[in-house]
């Protein structure tokens, strides 16, 4: 313990700063003793705690390097950036003081300006040097934070960045992540929707070979009709996102050429994390209609009446990461083999209980509460299971990681 | 926007039981704000739930219902326990429930639930949605998962502008209601209410990672029946006490009064035994 306190000490005498044997060693006992953490962790956050106190950043944070927009592929990074502010949004909370777009030659990134950081304003069409910005990350998309210890220095060079919000980009249907995008799509009408708004035009799906999305035609963008099954490349769109789920929009700026040729759509695959908290009605021992293969509702097909239908083993069910919630359906072939249950086997428990019902509670046992990882296409809301697996068991290593990211917060 | 075509299922947040049993402050939210609004238990660290999901070691059950089953029990992660309730409305979830061993681990879906006392304590109680037993493998990815939004939340909290010190409650209310919150809303929302401890919440963390770790290097492939042994001994000793106070009906022996409003913190320590109050169908 007292080779702790010295090695801690030494550190603080090099930043001049002054603190009681007693108060080192109360704390460092208090993490270690009372919350069992690792010395090595307890020194360093012992030595952050008041290096904190005294208003100086640890380490870790201190320094900062110069990097490019594109080159941000990780959270937590201290870094300074070159920008031109690119766009300005509308703050969604008064902690936030300003939010927009920032970029480079590399490409483009949100930004926070935290209130309490009492930072100058961005201006629009300007570029800046900012320097101690912290990066984030959220379902993927990275950001920067503008926080208290951050700088803010005005450039006199026009740092070159593409505009924001015109320029659209050639995009593929499986890439479009973010709202607010604008996008040129090559793709063809797979389905028209009925339209139950009349500011809409027409709505329905539209795909490429890596997936499917929805599109809005409003009325006031005055645009051709598209014709299902016909395609087209699409000019100038922005995207949406309602609940995680992502839609194009056409309007008055866009632009619709047909095409000559076919557009194949295909898809690719999605992935997913999270425990399973939900299996749905309409899950475990089916039966479908033999022309349409649609599962049927006692034993009564939607389009074709009552029918003799076959047997069938799936699973709907919802996986939950503490964000966001994913319907997944799994099929036959994989439910067998996750459940370790035969579509015989799970007829012969049917008749036994005279219910149905049981395979699905067997399959509830099986399954909910547990942490699963799956990749397959997306369609419409659900995530179609090609693979499935049960996260790996928690290592010592991974309690670390997070125990020292803990300590930062 | 929550309303439309009533589809959108509420995410499942991830708290620990501690923070979750120093919750007290619920209300509806949605685009129309009804009976129908769905309704939220916003945590000190700003987790706004509708619905949670826990994993932790079930250590008692009791059926404390009169003529209809009712089935509560208690559920304890690394931080404290939460008291899960599951009636005729839950079937499956009560059935499992009462078919289960205690000691065992489970993980359980479930809807908060804040009721209050009749001298004026705040009780947090889970509604279960389903109860499914597991093993220690997932709780153990639970602790890690629980950890990780805890602090993305506290992260939130880190970069609120201090709350004004007068009138906590009105400011609360007043933050318009959108049902597309967001994490940093839900964090000044939080804030405002709680004026949260940051460090208190993170504390509470590193004790959750740190006891992990040491469950991890006692070994993984333990037989079952040791897992009791990994609890802490406390819960052992609480279940045995408090199935007594539990029993009987009235005895808040010796327990001051305790006379907080609502916007004041209830202290951890000693919600234990107030939990045990024979809150019956009412929750």
Not at chain 1, 41 to 57: C, D, P, T
Not at chain 2, 32 to 51: D, H, I
Not at chain 2, 133 to 144: P, S
Not at chain 2, 243 to 260: I, L
Request: glycine share 6%; proline share 4%.
């Amino acid at each position: 313990m007292k080779e702790l306190v010295d090695q801690i000490q030494a550190r603080l005498r090099d930043q001049k700063i002054t603190v009681e044997d007693v108060d080192i060693e109360s704390r460092l006992k208090k993490l270690i003793t009372d919350f069992r953490v690792p010395e090595g962790e307890a020194r360093r956050s012992v030595l952050n705690y008041f290096l904190k106190e005294h208003g100086i950043m640890p380490q870790a944070r201190a320094s900062s390097e110069k990097v490019k927009v594109g080159e941000i592929k990780e959270t937590g990074r201290w870094v300074d950036l070159e920008v031109k502010v690119l766009d300005l949004w509308e703050p969604a909370s008064a902690a936030i003081s300003q939010t927009g777009l920032v970029g480079d030659s590399t490409g483009s990134m949100k930004f926070v300006k935290w209130a309490k950081s009492e930072l100058p304003n961005l201006e629009l069409g300007k570029s800046y040097l900012l320097k101690g910005v912290v990066t984030d990350e959220f379902q993927g998309r990275y950001s920067v934070k503008l926080n208290r210890t951050s700088q803010i220095e005005p450039l006199d060079t026009d740092v070159e960045a593409k505009p924001a919000s015109k320029a659209a980009r050639p995009t593929k249907v499986v890439d479009i992540n973010e709202p607010g995008q604008w996008v040129d799509l090559t793709v063809k009408v797979s389905q028209l929707w009925e339209i139950n708004s009349e500011s809409i035009s027409q709505s329905g799906l539209i795909g490429d070979e890596t997936g499917t999305i929805k599109f809005v035609k409003w009325v006031k963008a005055d645009l051709p009709d598209l014709v299902e099954g016909k395609s087209y490349s699409l000019k100038n769109l922005v995207t949406d996102e309602f609940q995680g789920r992502f839609s194009v929009k056409l309007n008055r700026t866009s632009q619709i050429e047909p095409l000559d040729i076919d557009i194949e759509i295909g898809s690719v695959a999605a992935e997913f994390s999270g425990a399973l908290v939900d299996v749905q009605k309409g899950s475990g021992l089916i039966k479908r209609c033999p022309i349409c293969k649609r599962s049927l509702t006692k034993g009564v097909c939607s389009d074709h009446g009552k029918v003799d239908g076959t047997y069938d083993l799936r699973i709907k069910a919802v996986l939950d990461d503490g964000h966001r919630v994913q319907d997944v359906l799994i099929n036959r072939e994989t439910t067998e083999r996750l459940v370790d249950l035969t579509l015989d086997e799970a007829k012969q428990m049917a008749m036994e209980a005279l219910d149905h019902e049981i395979v699905r509670s067997v399959i509830e046992g099986k399954l909910v509460g547990r942490y699963y990882s799956i990749t397959g296409p997306r369609v419409d809301r659900y995530l179609l299971v090609e693979s499935i697996s049960e996260l790996a068991p928690v290592l010592t290593s991974d309690v670390d990681e997070l125990l020292a990211a803990t300590e930062v917060v | 926007m929550a309303g439309m075509a009533g589809f959108s299922r509420e995410v499942a947040k991830r708290v620990f039981a501690e923070e979750l049993k120093s919750s007290n402050y619920s209300f509806r939210d949605g685009q129309e704000q009804n009976q129908y609004a769905p309704s939220y238990l916003l945590t000190p660290t700003g987790a706004k739930c509708n619905r949670v999901f826990v994993v932790g070691t079930l250590t008692e059950k009791d059926d404390i219902g009169g003529d209809t089953e009712y089935w509560r029990g208690r559920v304890v992660d690394p931080t404290g326990s939460i008291l899960i309730y599951a009636g005729q409305y839950q079937p499956e979830a009560a059935q499992l429930l009462a078919s289960m061993d205690a000691p065992s681990f489970v993980a359980v879906v479930g809807k908060p639930n804040l009721y209050q006392t009749d001298d004026g304590n705040i009780i947090i109680s889970l509604r279960a949605e389903s109860i499914q037993k597991v093993d220690e493998a997932t709780r153990n990815q639970w602790i890690m998962d629980t950890a990780r939004r805890t602090l993305e939340r506290l992260r939130e909290l880190a970069n609120v502008k201090p709350a004004a010190l007068s009138g906590d409650f009105a400011t609360a209310d007043n933050v318009p209601a959108t049902a597309a919150s967001n994490p940093a809303q839900d964090a000044e929302r939080a804030v405002q209410h709680y004026h949260t401890d940051i460090d208190h919440f993170r504390q509470m963390v590193l004790r959750a990672l740190t006891s992990l770790k040491s469950d991890l290097s006692k070994g993984i492939s333990e037989p079952e029946i040791t897992s009791t042994e990994k609890n802490p001994v406390r819960s052992e000793e609480k279940s045995a006490a408090e199935r007594v106070s539990g029993e009987v009906p009235a005895p808040r022996k010796s327990k001051p009064k305790k006379s907080e409003s609502l916007s004041a913190w209830p202290e951890s320590e000693s919600d234990d035994e107030v939990e045990t109050i024979n809150i019956g169908k009412k929750s």
